[in-house]
């Protein structure tokens, strides 16, 4: 049967940017452009339902912690769960993390991010089309890019080994802690009773969300550049009711945490990405919102724990 689209994308909105470098690498092997359900298209046009089972060949599913706990992907998995029924081997999934994937999926084809890389992935989309009827085009010769030859001296330090990265640094955390007492005057606004605090350091936001905290914290390298430091992003859980300020963590359990390695020829290519193999990269809002979705999940876990004791 004839389909609207070869790949139909489900993803939390904070993995926006694996999703267009996943696109990069698929889009020219594939007779229609992939989509990303509720997200528009290159043209700027915006596509809804593509991932019932008679618009779209093949849907990918990236898959991680975050996934099925916003409402875009909830409501992704509802129409998936009628497309597995419907058309079974039509859907498959990208691993971007070790949560187990809920039984209802558990079947579908699946390939490990971390393991595989982005290359590997894209490979396995395009053979997850072609397994499904679709056809993929040949890989066109990469051109090889104009590089010119510096004939006088040598070639200026990149945009991160320079002194004005520091300034794009500090705009970027700034942006961080507007960001995050934006969320918390809504968090208080929802929940007065509760404790939602922001406390602001040099290079280190300590962020508390009742009885779960986040620290993000600029580690300077052996080299004065950007290029050498990273971003250390914590979060922790059973921090004390009673306790306030920064002291709070003292006494709280440090539960997950990676680090983030800066990435960007210029201040609008700004990306935070993974310190190991085969990581993510973020935006600053998008990894914002990828760890207060995650210390949102914590906090509900917490509840139910302190609920059963």
Not at 222 to 229: E, L, M, N, Q, S
């Amino acid at each position: 049967m004839p389909f609207t689209y070869d790949l139909a994308i489900s993803a939390v909105p904070s993995d926006a940017i694996l999703v267009t470098e996943l696109c990069a690498k698929l889009g020219e092997r594939l007779g229609t452009e992939p989509v990303w359900e509720g997200h528009g298209t290159s043209d700027g046009i915006e596509v809804l339902t593509t991932l019932i089972a008679e618009q779209s060949r093949v849907v990918v599913v990236l898959h991680q912690r975050l996934w099925q706990h916003d409402v875009t992907t909830s409501a992704d998995a509802a129409i998936l769960r009628q497309r597995i029924r419907q058309r079974p081997g039509s859907v498959f999934v990208v691993l971007l993390d070790e949560t187990p994937l809920p039984k209802w999926l558990a079947s579908a084809q699946q390939f490990d991010l971390g393991a595989g890389g982005l290359q590997n992935a894209a490979a396995f989309a395009l053979d997850a089309i072609a397994s499904c009827g679709g056809t993929i085009g040949s890989m066109r010769d990469q051109a090889a890019g104009d590089v010119s030859t510096v004939r006088w001296g040598s070639a200026p330090p990149s945009f991160l080994g320079q002194p004005r990265a520091h300034s794009t640094l500090r705009h970027e955390l700034d942006a961080l802690a507007t960001s995050i007492e934006s969320h918390l005057r809504e968090r208080r606004a929802l929940r007065p009773e509760g404790v939602f605090e922001l406390h602001a350091l040099p290079f280190r936001l300590i962020v508390r969300l009742d009885d779960v905290g986040l620290s993000f914290s600029w580690v300077a390298g052996r080299a004065p550049t950007v290029a050498d430091g990273w971003l250390l992003v914590i979060e922790w859980n059973s921090i004390a009711p009673t306790t306030r300020g920064v002291a709070a963590l003292k006494s709280a359990n440090p539960v997950r945490q990676h680090a983030y390695r800066v990435e960007g020829g210029d201040p609008a290519h700004w990306r935070w990405r993974v310190d190991e193999p085969n990581g993510r990269a973020y935006s600053t809002a998008n990894l914002l919102a990828e760890w207060l979705g995650g210390a949102g999940i914590a906090s509900v876990a917490e509840s139910r724990v302190v609920d059963y004791h």
